[in-house]
Structure formats: C-alpha cells, structure tokens
C-alpha cells in the first residue's frame, strides 16, 4: 500500500476478532469464526463456514489463519486486492502468509523499540525483519501510510498559508519595507533641529594706564 487512501474493509479487518464461536451454530462442527468477507461491512465482520454459505455465497470471502496466536491471511488470497509489498512476509505450513496486526515483543527496560541488532526493522514498531520491508504487519502499514499522508498535508499546507499572509499585506497596501520607511520618515519630521555650538570671540586685551 502507498500513500493512497486505506480501503474501509481492511481498517475494519484489523480490528475484528477472530476465532471466536459463531452464536448461530453453536453445536455445528466448524463454528469459529475465522472468515471475512470484504464487501460486507454489516455486523459481525467474522463468521464461520456455515454462515458463509448462507449469506455470503456469491461474496469475496477471505479466511484468517493462526500462527504462534496470532491473525495471518495468505498472500494468494489479497495480493490481488491489496499493494503488500512493503509488508514482510513468513513462510508457514508451505505458504506465504502476512501477518494482520503488530505482534507484542519483549524489550529491555530502558531500551527504545528502535534499537535492534537487525539490518532491517519494521518503521513502526521496530520488529525485526527478515528482509528489507518497511512494515512487519498489515496494521504497521496503515499506520506507515497515515504518517505520510500527516506528514504530505503539513508540507502542502505550510507554502499556502505564507502565500495568504503575501497577499492580505498585499492588498492592504503595507509592507515592512514601507512601515520601516514611514517611520523614519516620522522621526525625521518630528526631531527638534541640532544646536550648532559657536563660541564667542574675545574682544582686543586692553592695557593699564600708565601715571
């Protein structure tokens, strides 16, 4: 995924839980709910294998798999719907799979979650990766994608707004050069005159008298 915007079903994916047992068919043999379709957006987001053939039959179904306890989905199964090629990829059970959200990590007390000894860490959550990916989840790469539309707004906003604040001094007919001007105009107006020092010149010495 890049900068563009992130699809209402995949925001809605990560925050689904899964593998729970379907209230519909609770004595049914297949009951965890480890399903999602991705043009539905109507509750509940995860449902089973039977309730998939009632409701969403003619639907875009994907499955959610497990690995270590945590949420993965196949690459085969989205690499068509979804740009995943910043996102690291693992090996599980002779296929390729992503995995849905960051996975907790044990860290040192006092260590940033940016230090590792890893060539490559996920942008994110500094998770180790394999291979050089920016992310290590799909969650991870929503977030990536949102910074960077935070970080493209702020710029393009920054270059309009000093624009705004030309064109008002503009149009008010004041700048800083003329306010610098008109002030020293002022001043010189106002300024009493300088007194020109002159001394007196002392007048021919007189001499005494003499008797």
Known sequence: MKREMVPPWLELLLATQFFTTCPSHLLASRNECNLFCIQCEAPPAAFCYYCRSSDHSTHRVIQI???????????????????????????????????????????????????????????????????????????????????????????????????????????????TTSDKDSCNENNEEESPPKKIARHRRKGIPQRAPFF
Do not use: W
Request: net charge negative; proline share 2%; charged share 25%.
């Open 65 to 175: 798999r497990r690995s270590s306890y945590h949420d993965v989905v196949r690459v085969s199964e989205i690499e068509d719907i979804l740009d995943i090629s910043d996102v690291q990829t693992y090996i599980i059970n002779s296929a390729r799979v992503v995995f849905l959200n960051e996975r907790p990590q044990q860290r040192n007390y006092g260590v940033s979650k940016t230090t590792s000894s890893s060539t490559h860490n996920c942008e994110i959550c500094g998770r180790a990766l394999l291979d050089a990916f920016r992310f290590c989840s799909l969650g991870c790469n929503v977030r990536g994608i949102q910074n960077d539309m935070n970080v493209a707004a702020t710029v393009e906003s920054g270059p309009q707004c000093c624009g705004e604040a030309d064109v008002r001094k503009s149009d008010d007919g004041s700048g």
